[in-house]
C-alpha cells in the first residue's frame, strides 16, 4: 500500500515497547484507510499487548497484508462479492501471529460482511462473533470495535432492538477510548435505529444529524452517504420533507460517485418515496424502476425484496388494488427468502388492506392470520422472554388489525388463535409436555437469596400481618431472578396451531365462554368472543372507559387491591358484552368459563356486579384458564375423571393465625395434615389426588412470588416446573395465581404453573387474602363442598353462603373475591 503512515507504522508495529511504538508514530496523522488506520488505533491503544505486536514480520509481508485488506473493501464497496470473499478467504492464510491475529480477525469481519450482503445471515454472524471473540482473547479492541457495529445492525434485523443497542453501546465506548470519530459516528448512527425502533423519532433524527456532522469531519464519503440516507429517511417519515430531499439527493450522489450498490438501492427508494408521498406517481415509478434495476443487477435479494415492495405501494398508491395484491405476493416471497420479519409483515399488511378494499373481507382475514403465525414463529425461535415480548410489542399493530379482520369475517376460529397468541404461549409450552424436570442451579440461589434478604427485610412483623401475605420489596437481584425465570419459561414457547376450531370445539358445551382482552395496539378498547351454550359465537368490542382503566390500575396495585369493594368493581362489568350479562341473570343456574388476557387477570371476577344486589360469584358457577390452549389440554385431562376426593393432605404454615380448616366438615373432606414442610413439598410434586397448603405468599418485583412454607423453607415457582402436582390444589396464601407485572404475557405464577403440571382444578388467590375468620370461613366452606362436586360449583356454593350475610356485601373485597377457581368448568 502506498502511503505515507505505511512504513512507520511497520516500525511501530515491531517495536519492543509501547513507549518506542509512540515514539515512532509521533507527527503520524491517523490514516483514512482502514486497513492502516486499524493499526494505528491498535499501536496507540494502552490496553494493547507488549511489543512487538508481530515478531519477525517482513515489509514484503506487511505491503501484502495492507493491500489485500484493502482491495476486499473495496470490491465489497463495488458489489463484486465473489471477488471480496476469495480474498478474504486468501487473506486469512496470511496471519503472522499466533497469539496477536489482527489479520486474522480482519479476514473474519471481511467474511461476515461478503455474508451480509449476501442475506447469508447465519455465517455472518458466526464470521462477526469470531471476530469478537479473537479481539477480546488477543487484547485487539479496535477488531472488536469493527465487529460490534455489524452484530448491532443484524440484531436490529433479526434478534432485538435491546441486543442491537447493547452492540452499538459497546462501540460507541470502544470508539471513544480508542479517539476514532469514524466508528464513533458509525456507533450513533446504528444508535438513531435503535432510536427509531424504539419510536423515538426526534431522538433518532439527532443521532443521525450527530453522525453526518460526524463523518463529514473526518472525510468519509460512504460514511456521509449512510447518515445523510438515514437522517433524510427520518425526515421523510416525520414529515419534513423540504430538509428529507437535499439529504437524500446528496446520498443518492455519493453512493453513485462510491459506487456502492447496496446504498444506491436504499437511496433510490427513499427518492421514490418522497414523490410517492406527493403523489407524483410517474417520477416516483422512475426511482423505484432503477432501484429494482440496481438491486437485480448486483445480486442483492435485500434490496431486491425492498424494491419489489416499492413497486407493490406504487400500485397501491395509484389505488391498482388487485395489481398491489399481486405485487405484495411478490415481495412477500423475496422477504421470506431472507427471512425479514419486517418485510414479510408490512407485505402482508398491505396485501390485507388492499384485499379489504376489494370487499374480500375472508382473504383479508386469512392474510391477517397468516402475518400472526409469522411473527409467533419468529417469536418463538427467540429462546429468552425479553426478545419474545419485545417483538410482541414491536407488532402490536399487526395482532390488533388481525382481531379486527376476523371480528369482520366474524371467525371465532380464528379469533381464538390471535387472542391465544395474546394470552401468551409458554404456558401452553409447558402443558403439551415442553419442559423436562427442573434443573435450576444459579436460579435456585437467585431465588434463596432473595426470600432471605424479604426475610430479614420483615424480622419480627409476622405477628401484626393482617393479610395471608405481604407487600414486595424490590432487592438488587430481581432482575437476575425474573431473566433466569423468564428465559427458561422462554424456552417452551409454542408456536399456535393454524386452526382454532379444536379450540373451540374442546370447550364444555353446557357453559358461557367469555375470551376477553384489551387491544394491544388501543389501550381504550376491549375485544370478546362470547359464546352462550347452544348459541353461535359472538365477536365485539365495548369501550374501555377511563373509569374502567382506573380499576385495572388498582388492581396492579398491592396497596390499592385491599382497598376495593364490590361497587368499585361496576365499571368493568360495563365493559363486558351487555348480552352476555342479561343471559347470566336471565338464567337460573349458569356456568360461564372466562379467559381474561393481561391486566384483565387481575380482575377478582367473582365480586363483579352483574346488577344492583347481584354478584358474579353467588349467580354463576364459573372459573378462569390462561388461554384456550390450556382449556384444550384440561379438558382432555378431565375425561374419565372424577371429583370425588374425600381426603386431602395438608400443610399450615405456622405463621398463619386464622385459617386452621377448623371450620371444614370432616365428616365430607377428611383431612390428612402433613408433619413437616418437608413433606408438603415431597407432596406437592408427587402426583397426589388433593392437597391444601396455608401459608404466607409475597409477591417479590423479579422472582414473581413465593410461599413461606416455614421458616426458611419457601415454595417458589420454578418448584413446581416438571412435577406432578395434585390433581386439586388449594393455595390459601396471597397472589398465589397473581401476575406481578401488567405487561402482556402468559399469568405465569404459583398456580397456572400447577396446571401446566398436572393439577386439574386450583383454588388460589388474585391478590391479597384475608388472614380473618370471615376469610377462613369462606375457604373452609369451598374447601368443604369440593367433595363430589367441581370446584367452581364449590366457589359459587360457598360465595352464595357467604354473601346472603348482607353486610358482606360491604366488606372489602379481600376478605373473600381474590379466591377463584382457576382451570375450567365441567359437570
Known amino acids: 500500500m502506498d502511503h505515507p ?12 515497547d509501547r513507549a518506542a511504538r509512540l515514539m515512532l508514530l509521533d507527527g503520524v496523522e491517523p490514516p483514512g484507510p482502514v486497513a492502516l488506520r486499524s493499526r494505528y488505533r491498535h499501536l496507540h491503544d494502552p490496553c494493547a499487548p507488549l511489543g512487538p505486536l508481530s515478531p519477525g514480520l517482513e515489509e514484503t509481508a506487511w505491503h501484502t497484508i495492507l493491500d489485500l485488506e484493502t482491495e476486499g473493501d473495496l470490491a465489497l464497496q463495488s458489489g463484486d462479492l465473489d471477488r471480496a470473499a476469495a480474498i478474504f478467504e486468501r487473506l486469512a492464510g496470511f496471519e503472522p501471529t499466533a497469539g496477536h491475529r489482527v489479520v486474522l480477525v480482519h479476514a473474519r469481519i471481511g467474511t461476515g460482511d461478503v455474508a451480509r450482503a449476501r442475506d447469508r445471515i447465519d455465517d455472518a454472524i458466526d464470521a462477526y462473533e469470531e471476530a469478537v471473540s479473537v479481539a477480546v482473547g488477543d487484547g485487539y479492541r479496535f477488531g472488536e470495535l469493527r465487529a460490534s457495529v455489524p452484530l448491532g445492525y443484524l440484531s436490529l434485523a433479526y434478534s432485538t432492538g435491546r441486543t442491537a443497542e447493547e452492540w452499538f453501546r459497546r462501540a460507541e465506548t470502544l470508539a471513544t477510548e480508542l479517539g476514532d470519530l469514524l466508528y464513533g459516528a458509525n456507533a450513533a448512527l446504528g444508535l438513531a435505529e435503535c432510536a427509531e425502533r424504539a419510536k423515538d423519532l426526534d431522538g433518532a433524527i439527532e443521532l443521525a444529524r450527530t453522525a453526518f456532522a460526524a463523518f463529514t469531519r473526518v472525510g468519509s464519503p460512504i460514511g456521509r452517504a449512510n447518515a445523510a440516507h438515514r437522517a433524510g429517511a427520518l425526515l421523510h417519515r416525520a414529515g419534513r420533507l423540504d430538509e428529507a430531499v437535499p439529504l437524500l439527493e446528496e446520498a443518492h450522489g455519493l453512493y453513485t460517485e462510491i ?89 402482508l399488511d398491505k396485501m390485507a388492506e388492499a384485499q ?166 388501543e389501550v381504550n378498547r376491549i375485544w370478546w368472543l362470547w359464546r352462550a351454550p347452544d348459541r353461535p359465537y359472538r365477536i365485539g368490542t365495548t369501550a ?17 387491591r385491599i382497598n376495593l369493594f364490590i361497587e368499585d368493581l361496576r365499571p368493568m362489568a360495563a365493559a363486558l358484552p351487555p348480552e352476555l350479562l342479561r343471559s347470566l341473570l336471565d338464567e337460573p343456574e349458569p356456568t360461564l368459563l372466562i379467559v381474561p388476557v393481561g391486566a384483565l387477570w387481575m380482575v377478582p371476577w367473582g365480586g363483579l356486579p352483574l346488577a344492583d344486589g347481584v354478584v358474579l360469584g353467588e349467580h354463576v358457577r364459573y372459573a378462569v384458564c390462561p388461554s384456550l390452549t390450556v382449556q384444550r389440554q384440561l379438558a382432555a385431562r378431565r375425561k374419565g375423571l372424577s371429583a370425588s376426593s374425600v381426603t386431602a393432605d395438608t400443610w399450615r404454615s405456622p405463621y398463619v393465625l386464622h385459617h386452621d380448616l377448623a371450620g371444614v366438615d370432616t365428616r365430607r373432606l377428611g383431612l390428612r395434615p402433613l408433619a413437616t414442610s418437608g413433606d408438603a413439598r415431597a407432596r406437592l410434586r408427587d402426583g397426589g389426588e388433593m392437597m391444601v397448603v396455608i401459608s404466607h405468599g409475597r409477591p417479590v418485583p423479579g422472582l414473581g412470588h413465593y410461599l413461606e412454607l416455614d421458616r426458611d423453607d419457601w415454595l417458589v415457582p420454578a418448584d413446581l416446573i416438571g412435577a406432578s402436582t395434585p390433581r386439586r390444589l388449594a393455595l390459601l396464601a396471597c397472589g398465589a395465581a397473581s401476575i406481578t407485572t401488567m405487561r402482556p404475557s402468559d399469568p405465569v405464577s404459583l398456580a397456572t404453573l400447577a396446571l401446566a403440571s398436572r393439577s386439574d382444578e386450583v383454588l388460589a388467590t388474585l391478590g391479597e387474602l384475608s388472614d380473618s375468620k370471615q376469610a377462613a370461613r369462606y375457604a373452609d366452606e369451598i374447601l368443604s363442598g369440593m367433595v363430589n362436586t367441581t370446584l367452581p360449583e364449590a366457589v359459587h356454593r ?8 348482607g353486610d358482606m356485601k360491604g366488606e372489602p373485597l379481600f376478605y373473600w373475591a381474590p379466591l377463584v377457581a382457576i382451570g375450567t368448568v365441567h359437570r
Not at 503512515?5 to 519492543?16: D, H
Not at 374501555?544 to 390499592?560: K, P, S, T, Y
Not at 360457598?798 to 350475610?805: F, G, H, M, V
Request: proline share 3%; net charge negative; glycine share 8%.
Open 5 to 16: 503512515a505505511t512504513l512507520p507504522l511497520l516500525r511501530a508495529w515491531s517495536a519492543q
Open 259 to 347: 459506487g456502492d450498490p447496496v446504498g444506491l438501492t436504499n437511496t433510490l427508494s427513499g427518492l421514490g418515496d418522497l414523490f410517492l408521498d406527493r403523489r407524483e406517481f410517474d417520477v416516483a415509478q422512475r426511482w423505484y424502476a432503477e432501484g429494482l434495476r440496481q438491486a437485480e443487477a448486483a445480486r442483492l435479494p435485500r434490496a431486491r425484496a425492498h424494491a419489489l415492495q416499492d413497486m407493490a405501494r406504487l400500485a397501491r398508491g395509484r389505488g391498482e388494488w388487485q395489481q398491489a395484491i399481486e405485487e405484495f405476493g411478490r415481495s412477500l416471497a423475496a422477504y421470506r427468502e431472507i427471512d425479514d420479519i419486517g418485510g414479510i409483515w408490512h407485505a
Open 356 to 521: 379489504a378494499h376489494l370487499g374480500q373481507v375472508e382473504a383479508a382475514a386469512r392474510t391477517r392470520l397468516e402475518s400472526i403465525y409469522s411473527i409467533e414463529e419468529f417469536r418463538a425461535a427467540h429462546r429468552d422472554e425479553s426478545s419474545q415480548r419485545e417483538y410482541r410489542d414491536r407488532f402490536e399493530l399487526a395482532y390488533s388489525r388481525a382481531l379486527a379482520a376476523v371480528a369482520d369475517a366474524d371467525d371465532a376460529a380464528a379469533f381464538a388463535v390471535v387472542a391465544d397468541c395474546l394470552a401468551g404461549r409458554r404456558l401452553a409450552g409447558l402443558i403439551a409436555g415442553g419442559m423436562p424436570d427442573k434443573a435450576f442451579g444459579e436460579l435456585d440461589l437467585l431465588q434463596d437469596l432473595l426470600v432471605r434478604a424479604d426475610q430479614r427485610l420483615r424480622g419480627d412483623r409476622r405477628d401484626r400481618i393482617r393479610l395471608l401475605g405481604a407487600f414486595g420489596i424490590r432487592h438488587g437481584l430481581a432482575g437476575q431472578a425474573e431473566a433466569s425465570l423468564d428465559d427458561q419459561l422462554a424456552a417452551v414457547y409454542l408456536p399456535p396451531a393454524r386452526d382454532g376450531k379444536p379450540m373451540l370445539a374442546a370447550l364444555p358445551p353446557a357453559a358461557h365462554l367469555l375470551y376477553v382482552l384489551v387491544d394491544p395496539a
Open 544 to 560: 374501555l372507559d377511563e373509569a374502567a382503566r382506573e380499576v385495572l390500575g388498582r388492581l396492579g396495585d398491592a396497596n390499592e
Open 798 to 805: 360457598a360465595t352464595r353462603s357467604l354473601l346472603a350475610d
